[in-house]
């Protein structure tokens, strides 16, 4: 009897021994080696366990973190561009809501971009924006005028444009190829030292698809918020109201009431992209550029406004320095233009919303509110090289 329960026991334990395994064996291929520890910090500070960059619960969570981990490294690597001076995070900083304050920023050899650099922490959540389908209709595209229709064609993009990196792509595999480090951590999110350029952007895509920022005063009062912007006759109490009233009254028609988005929440016609009435310059005339449609005159992406305290100067070329300049702009120096918004329109005619002073100084208040001091020293989306 007492044999048969010792062996019983051992059967046991074998079998607990043998349906951990598997377990056991994807913690240990998921942390690093003491090997691997030391090739990692020669150059970088990164944790002995990647961090959780919030994928959720799916089993390949592990292999989720180390892809975002491998695209934060190259995020912040300045041999990504041709001169090697210039990284992502060179116009994309962390501290200014990824986005940088130049209107116009210098890529390597002196070359300056053709645009304001976009804040990539002005969506509450990078992904929830770009990857969903709206009432079925495309998620909006990237840049100002959306002419990328998806996160890896806009990083190809950026990687070869000589105003940004400089690079062709499989440059970029040769330098994980021949970095120890590199060869670290794509093993790590890819069970492969072989790079494949697809790799490459699914690495970046996934960091940047992990930028979130939900720990803004607005998100305290976001609920009530919720409330004044659906019509509800609220009399605004304190100046956070006023502002959140003022701008329920002329701003959601294109900026979502979730600050990340627009159509979703705002208009029926899921529009992405409009013209607000900038003076518009004859050298970039936005959304036309790559339609050559008229309609497309001088519409711009609605960006997000998360963060947007951070990420001055502002709008697509930079034109304005400060947030009462543009709130300047909004309440008096809309101009006509054919392709305008209605909501921006009287009749024929440019709104004019006539604000007095403290009603434009509580809108802009309100938008400081949108400010996510936590997201701005986050470990998990700063810069990993050892300095
Ligand atoms: C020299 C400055 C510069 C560098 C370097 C740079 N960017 Fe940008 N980024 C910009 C500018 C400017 C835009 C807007 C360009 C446009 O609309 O034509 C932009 C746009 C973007 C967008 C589109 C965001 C949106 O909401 O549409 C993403 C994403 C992005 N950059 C990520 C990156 C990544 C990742 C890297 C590194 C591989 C990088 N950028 C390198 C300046 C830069
Ligand atoms: C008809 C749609 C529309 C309305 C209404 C609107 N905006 Fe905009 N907003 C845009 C577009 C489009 C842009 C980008 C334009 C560009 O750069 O060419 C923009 C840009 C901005 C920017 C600069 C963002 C950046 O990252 O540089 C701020 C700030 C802003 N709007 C605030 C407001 C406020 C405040 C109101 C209400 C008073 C408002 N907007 C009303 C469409 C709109």
């Given at each position: 009897?007492?044999?048969?329960?010792?062996?019983?026991?051992?059967l046991?334990?074998?079998?607990?021994?043998?349906?951990?395994?598997?377990?056991?064996?994807?913690?240990?291929?998921?942390t690093?080696?003491?090997?691997?520890?030391?090739?990692?910090?020669?150059?970088?500070?990164?944790?002995?366990?990647?961090?959780?960059?919030?994928?959720?619960?799916?089993?390949?969570?592990?292999?989720?973190?180390?892809?975002?981990?491998?695209?934060?490294?190259?995020?912040?690597?300045?041999?990504?561009?041709?001169?090697?001076?210039?990284?992502?995070?060179?116009?994309?900083?962390?501290?200014?809501?990824?986005?940088?304050?130049?209107?116009?920023?210098?890529?390597?050899?002196?070359?300056v971009?053709?645009?304001?650099?976009?804040?990539?922490?002005?969506?509450?959540?990078?992904?929830?924006?770009?990857?969903?389908?709206?009432?079925?209709?495309?998620?909006?595209?990237?840049?100002?005028?959306?002419?990328?229709?998806?996160?890896?064609?806009?990083?190809?993009?950026?990687?070869?444009?000589?105003?940004?990196?400089?690079?062709?792509?499989?440059?970029?595999?040769?330098?994980?190829?021949?970095?120890?480090?590199?060869?670290?951590?794509h093993?790590?999110?890819?069970?492969?030292?072989?790079?494949?350029?697809?790799?490459?952007?699914?690495a970046?895509?996934?960091?940047?698809?992990?930028?979130?920022?939900?720990?803004?005063?607005?998100?305290?009062?976001?609920?009530?918020?919720?409330?004044?912007?659906?019509?509800?006759?609220?009399?605004?109490?304190?100046?956070?109201?006023?502002?959140?009233?003022?701008?329920?009254?002329?701003?959601?028609?294109?900026?979502?009431?979730?600050?990340?988005?627009?159509?979703?929440?705002?208009?029926?016609?899921?529009?992405?992209?409009?013209?607000?009435?900038?003076?518009?310059?004859?050298?970039?005339?936005?959304?036309?550029?790559?339609?050559?449609?008229?309609?497309?005159?001088g519409?711009?992406?609605?960006?997000?406004?998360?963060?947007?305290?951070?990420?001055?100067?502002?709008?697509?070329?930079?034109?304005?320095?400060t947030?009462?300049e543009?709130?300047d702009?909004?309440?008096?120096?809309?101009?006509?233009?054919?392709?305008?918004?209605?909501?921006?329109r009287?009749?024929?005619?440019?709104?004019?919303?006539?604000?007095?002073?403290?009603?434009?100084?509580?809108?802009?208040?309100?938008?400081?509110?949108?400010?996510d001091?936590?997201?701005?020293?986050e470990?998990?989306?700063?810069?990993?090289?050892?300095?």
């Amino acid at each position: 009897m007492n044999q048969l329960r010792i062996f019983t026991l051992l059967l046991g334990a074998f079998a607990l021994l043998f349906g951990c395994r598997p377990n056991n064996q994807q913690l240990i291929n998921s942390t690093y080696t003491p090997d691997e520890l030391r090739v990692l910090s020669s150059n970088l500070d990164l944790p002995d366990f990647p961090y959780d960059y919030g994928f959720g619960n799916s089993s390949s969570k592990s292999a989720v973190n180390h892809k975002a981990t491998l695209g934060r490294v190259l995020f912040y690597d300045t041999k990504l561009s041709s001169d090697g001076k210039v990284s992502c995070a060179s116009c994309h900083q962390q501290a200014l809501g990824f986005a940088d304050d130049q209107a116009f920023s210098e890529g390597p050899n002196g070359n300056v971009t053709d645009r304001n650099s976009i804040a990539l922490a002005s969506l509450r959540n990078f992904g929830v924006h770009y990857d969903k389908t709206i009432d079925g209709k495309e998620t909006p595209g990237l840049f100002w005028d959306e002419r990328a229709s998806s996160i890896k064609e806009q990083l190809k993009q950026t990687i070869n444009n000589p105003n940004e990196m400089g690079m062709e792509l499989h440059q970029i595999s040769n330098l994980i190829e021949n970095t120890d480090h590199y060869q670290v951590l794509h093993e790590k999110a890819f069970g492969t030292t072989t790079v494949s350029e697809d790799n490459i952007l699914e690495a970046l895509e996934t960091f940047i698809n992990s930028i979130s920022s939900t720990n803004s005063e607005f998100e305290g009062e976001v609920i009530a918020s919720l409330n004044y912007i659906s019509g509800d006759s609220v009399v605004g109490e304190t100046k956070f109201e006023r502002g959140l009233q003022l701008f329920a009254k002329h701003c959601t028609a294109c900026h979502g009431k979730g600050m990340e988005a627009i159509s979703e929440f705002a208009n029926p016609e899921n529009l992405s992209v409009t013209n607000n009435g900038l003076k518009h310059t004859a050298n970039d005339l936005g959304v036309y550029q790559h339609t050559g449609k008229l309609e497309d005159i001088g519409k711009f992406k609605i960006p997000g406004l998360r963060n947007i305290e951070l990420t001055a100067p502002y709008m697509h070329d930079g034109r304005f320095a400060t947030l009462e300049e543009v709130v300047d702009f909004y309440n008096s120096g809309i101009e006509f233009h054919e392709n305008l918004h209605p909501s921006l329109r009287d009749g024929n005619e440019a709104k004019r919303m006539n604000m007095n002073e403290e009603e434009k100084t509580a809108l802009v208040d309100f938008l400081k509110s949108l400010t996510d001091e936590k997201m701005t020293t986050e470990a998990k989306w700063s810069n990993p090289f050892v300095r």
